[in-house]
Every structure is written in structure tokens, then in C-alpha cells.
């Protein structure tokens, strides 16, 4: 979900970071993956070079790069809370984050509930809220950009919007565009329930009725599911622009992770694919 905003006052980066679901379908990244996960690092240091100002909104892999510490330095770093509405092994990855960037950027402020302002550029942070339906993978900070009359939110990794709190901020901010992470559906009946996903429909078409919001872009979990579109069906007929990350930039849907079964087959693996370890819990 790496996003890079650009205001007349500032250069803004959120959650520069990239990684691979380490299993899916029983199988670890295809070499493809790992591939277009090279591609796009490389692009996001490129863009976080650019920026003023780096946003961290948690702390799993996907989200921050902790061996990467040195894009910090000289930037203005808001990151999540480190100790405070954080579960256990973020709270780790975070003491270890801190450790890593120590010295390194000009500024560094705990972002949770507070808001900062760049000339005419007006960022807000959510209150810390669930990194899905409850509190077992931690806490995220949803991220507002205001400047003048246009407003983006960037809702980090809330897995619907499911609650409340998550949707409410959207509402508040009265955005013109929102990226969202979108339900867990390529989990759904397991790790994630009908009802979570029916609540997640539910809190899109409030967002999309109770705010001015004309583009939804809708990416990262809902994107790892081939029938994507048929989960969230009701949000297509809500009459506004809904678009994937990719879409949103003029490209193609490249769903490597929901096809990784079909790339093993189209393209065999010899030898020992590259293997990723790290998990989002």
C-alpha cells in the first residue's frame, strides 16, 4: 500500500515498505513475485527519497522496513504509537524499528490521534483502531492529507472498514478520494467471517453515501481474491468511481499473490524458489 502524496507544501510518503505473503495455496512466492517485489522497492525508496515526510501507520513488514533505516535520515517520520494500543509482536518489531532509525530522521513524532500542519497542508491521524475486526494483529493509524478543498484518506490496514471507530474517521474527514485495504475476503469462513464482510459492505456504501467521496480505490487483502469484484457487488452499483492501485495509475491488474497456483504451473519453479518467512501476525 506504499502511497506517495504530493502537496505545494510537501512531499509525503506512507508505509514505505514491500513484501510477499509468505504461503498461499501451500506454496511460498514464485520467483514472479519476488521479481516485481524487487521492482517495487526500488521505486518506493526512489519515492520516499522524494519525500519530506515519511508515515509509518504499523509496524508488520509490509508496511515498514526496519533494514532499511536509512531512508529516514533528515525526514520527518510520524509513526505509530511504539508502546501504547499495540499488541505484543508489534511492539517488539517497533522497540527494534526505533533502535534501527535512532539519529536518523529530523523529526520523529508518535502520530496516534494527532494532526500536523505544512503551510496549507493539513495531515490528521486517527486514533489508533483495529487492524482487522479485533485487537489479536494490533493496532493501525488511518492517515487524512487535507489541502484546500481536496482531502485523501489513506486507511491503512483495517480489513474493511469492519468498526465503528474505523469508519468514523473516514466520515469525518469527508474525503474526495480513499484508498482502502479492503475485507479479507480470499480468507472468508476462516479467518474471516460472512458477517465481517457483509459489516465491511455495509460501512463502504455509508462512506460512499454520507461523504463526497468520488474515487474508491480499493486494493491490497480484497486484491488477493480473483472474484473480488463479486464480493463487494453492492459497491459497484453505489454510482462512483471504484478502481484498483493499479487502475488508479492507468496499468493493468497484476494479481500475482491469487494466481501464485497458476504461476507455478504456466512458469515451473527447478531448484529452490526464493522463500519469504516473515507473516503479518
Known amino acids: 500500500m506504499a502511497t ?8 509525503i510518503c506512507i508505509d514505505p515498505s514491500v513484501s510477499l505473503g509468505p504461503k498461499r495455496y501451500g506454496l511460498p512466492p514464485h520467483p514472479l513475485e519476488s521479481e516485481k517485489l524487487d521492482e517495487h522497492w526500488k521505486c518506493i525508496r526512489e519515492y520516499a527519497g522524494k519525500s519530506d515526510i515519511l508515515v ?5 513488514y509490509d508496511h515498514h522496513d526496519p533494514d532499511a533505516p536509512e531512508i529516514y ?5 510520524f509513526i505509530k504509537h511504539p508502546q501504547e494500543n499495540i499488541n505484543r509482536s508489534q511492539k ?32 490528521r491521524f486517527s486514533d489508533a483502531v483495529f487492524h482487522g475486526t479485533g485487537s489479536r494483529l494490533g493496532y493501525v493509524v488511518e492517515v487524512s492529507i487535507r489541502e484546500g478543498g481536496d482531502c485523501f484518506v489513506f486507511t491503512s490496514d483495517v480489513e474493511g472498514p469492519n468498526t465503528n ?14 484508498y482502502l485495504d479492503g475485507p479479507l475476503s480470499y480468507m472468508l469462513g476462516y479467518r474471516y467471517s460472512y458477517e465481517s464482510l457483509d459489516r465491511a459492505v455495509e460501512n463502504i456504501l455509508r462512506i460512499i453515501s454520507e461523504t463526497d467521496v468520488e474515487k474508491l480505490v480499493i486494493d491490497h487483502h480484497l486484491l488477493r481474491d480473483m472474484n473480488w469484484k463479486e464480493k ?3 459497491v459497484f452499483k453505489a454510482g462512483k468511481e471504484v478502481l484498483t492501485a493499479a487502475e488508479f495509475l492507468g496499468a493493468s491488474n497484476n494479481m500475482l499473490e491469487a494466481r501464485r497456483k497458476d504461476l507455478f504451473k504456466e512458469h515451473p519453479v527447478s531448484g529452490n524458489a526464493r522463500m519469504v518467512t516473515e507473516v503479518e501476525e
Not at 509509518?56 to 508488520?60: S, V
Not at 490521534?113 to 493539513?122: D, P, Q
Not at 471507530?165 to 480513499?178: L, S
Open 165 to 178: 471507530e474505523q469508519t468514523e474517521f473516514i466520515i469525518k474527514e469527508n474525503p474526495g478520494t480513499v
Open 56 to 60: 509509518l501507520t504499523h509496524y508488520h
Open 73 to 77: 535520515r533528515d525526514k520527518t517520520a
Open 92 to 123: 517488539v518489531r517497533a522497540a527494534y524499528f526505533l533502535k534501527q532509525i535512532d539519529g536518523m530522521p529530523e523529526k520523529l513524532e508518535y502520530a496516534d490521534g494527532r494532526e500536523f500542519s505544512f503551510g496549507n497542508t493539513l495531515i
Open 232 to 234: 463487494i457487488a453492492k
Open 4 to 11: 506517495f502524496i504530493e502537496t505545494r507544501d510537501c512531499n
